[in-house]
């Protein structure tokens, strides 16, 4: 019945690692969006894919590697995991790519680097 | 480029009082604007959005946003407020041409104590 859905949850790993949060919406959306969270709780997109196509990729360190296999799904890979990656990740869909959408967001991973 | 301000990164206010959370923003674009609500733990919804037309947006639970271009602000609203709206509240931006790309601010705590 979740609207977009994460896993984990929660995901704690040492520097280094290597990890992958998985999003999928069941709400037919053509675009989704990753976003991160830091401690402060200051919300910055980090990459954006319409139809399986990447269209919006900020200035993300290339260690974070997303991939869209079908356009109901975004999985999120970070290599060589850094303490600076700690935060909130949230991925969200929305119908399409018009600016004047709504955006509907998972319920977040908390990624801790020890 | 768009930014957005959120002048009060916590407001304490006691149940049944009104409130008012402040957002100003700067782009040299015409935008959208947007309130996000984010409840403890979870993922942010959407309370209301501005496209065009009349300044006074409602929405749900109650709360409402006036767009004033000249003051370059987007503030949110709510008569009476109850100790279940106690969470995080974001403003955003979004340029009306291209794709959408959510610009936030860096969020209001409120905080509705009985």
């Known amino acids: 019945d979740t609207a977009v859905s994460q896993t984990p949850k929660y995901l704690v790993t040492q520097m280094g690692n290597d990890k992958s949060i998985k999003c999928e919406q069941n709400?037919?959306?053509?675009?989704m969006y990753w976003y991160k969270q830091d401690s402060k709780k200051f919300l910055k997109i980090m990459f954006s894919y319409n139809n399986k196509e990447l269209i919006i990729n900020e200035t993300v360190p290339n260690r974070f590697s997303p991939k869209s296999p079908d356009k109901a799904h975004l999985n999120l890979h970070i290599n060589s995991l850094e303490l600076g990656d700690s935060a909130v990740y949230f991925c969200a869909s929305s119908p399409d790519r018009d600016p004047y959408n709504e955006q509907f967001f998972g319920p977040g991973t908390r990624l801790t680097v020890l | 480029a768009q930014s957005v301000t959120q002048l009060d990164s916590q407001v304490p206010v006691f149940e049944e009082a009104p409130v008012e959370l402040r957002c100003n923003y700067s782009?040299?674009?015409?935008?959208?604007l947007f309130w996000y609500v984010q409840y403890p733990n979870q993922g942010l919804q959407l309370l209301l959005k501005y496209l065009s037309g009349s300044t006074l947006v409602k929405g749900i639970n109650g709360f409402e946003a006036e767009f004033n271009k000249s003051q370059t602000s987007f503030h949110l609203r709510k008569p009476s407020v109850h100790i279940s709206d106690t969470a995080e509240y974001f403003c955003a931006v979004s340029d009306q041409a291209g794709f959408q790309k959510l610009v936030f601010g860096t969020g209001t705590r409120l905080l509705v104590s009985p």
């Open positions: 709400l037919g959306h053509d675009t």
């Open positions: 782009s040299s674009v015409s935008v959208y």
